[in-house]
């Protein structure tokens, strides 16, 4: 089964700045790598899915980048809509979630 | 538009069982999975397992092997996840997500909450 590590847990960023959260599998998924939102009493949002595809509808704010076993999900320009909890999430093999990283807007 | 609609939120006590289900509208039901993912209170996101809803045969993550069925009423294009023998760790919400032969969950249902106490 593949670990996926996740970090940071918790960022506080100030409107307009730029995000980055970054996610490392214990083995190589290729680029089968999926980014999700989830906002508070919400269900996840998927934003991001393998082969850094945003997704219909989704603002070209949000991106990513990766491939093997290092990814990277970043949010340019962040707003105030942004805050909520991101997790990454391998598809390659048996599903796993990233521990989450929790975005506060200051 | 796509919709998953699951069932409304349940109190049990440890030993009793649970019937979450979760319907789904606005595409052929057998044309994607269902997965289902446990998040408990404060926690982050478990993916369970799925069940294929053209044969019905369901495949459990380790963790939810012997307690948990996966089953599905495909007429009603409505996938169900039973949990028997309740403990207080399985307080949790629980989520069906429709993912594609992918394995990418697209669309999620909004959430069915367990509480197990006695």
């Known amino acids: 089964e593949t670990t996926v590590t996740q970090s940071p847990a918790s960022l506080s960023m100030a409107v307009g700045e730029k995000v980055s959260i970054s996610c490392k599998t214990s083995t190589d998924i290729d680029d089968d790598m999926n980014w999700y939102q989830q906002k508070s009493g919400e269900a996840p949002k998927l934003l991001i899915s393998?082969?850094?595809t945003l997704r219909p509808g989704v603002p070209s704010r949000f991106s990513s980048s990766g491939y093997g076993t290092d990814f990277v999900f970043t949010i340019n320009n962040v707003l105030l809509g942004d805050e909520g909890i991101y997790y990454c999430q391998q598809s390659d093999n048996v599903l796993t979630f990233g521990s989450g990283t929790k975005l506060e807007i200051k | 538009q796509i919709q998953l609609v699951q069932s409304g939120p349940e109190l049990k006590k440890p030993g009793e069982s649970v019937k979450i289900s979760c319907k789904a509208s606005g595409y052929t039901f057998t044309d994607y999975a269902m997965h289902w993912v446990k998040q408990a209170p404060g926690k982050g996101l478990k993916w369970m397992g799925w069940i294929n809803t053209y044969t019905g045969k369901p495949t459990y993550a380790d963790d939810f092997k012997g307690r948990f069925v996966f089953s599905l009423e495909a007429s009603a294009s409505t996938a169900n996840l039973q949990i028997s023998n309740l403990k207080n760790e399985d307080t949790a919400t629980y989520f069906c997500?429709?993912?594609?032969?992918?394995?990418?969950?697209?669309?999620w249902g909004q959430g069915a909450s367990v509480t197990v106490s006695s």
């Open positions: 393998e082969g850094n």
């Open positions: 997500a429709r993912a594609g032969w992918d394995y990418v969950m697209d669309a």
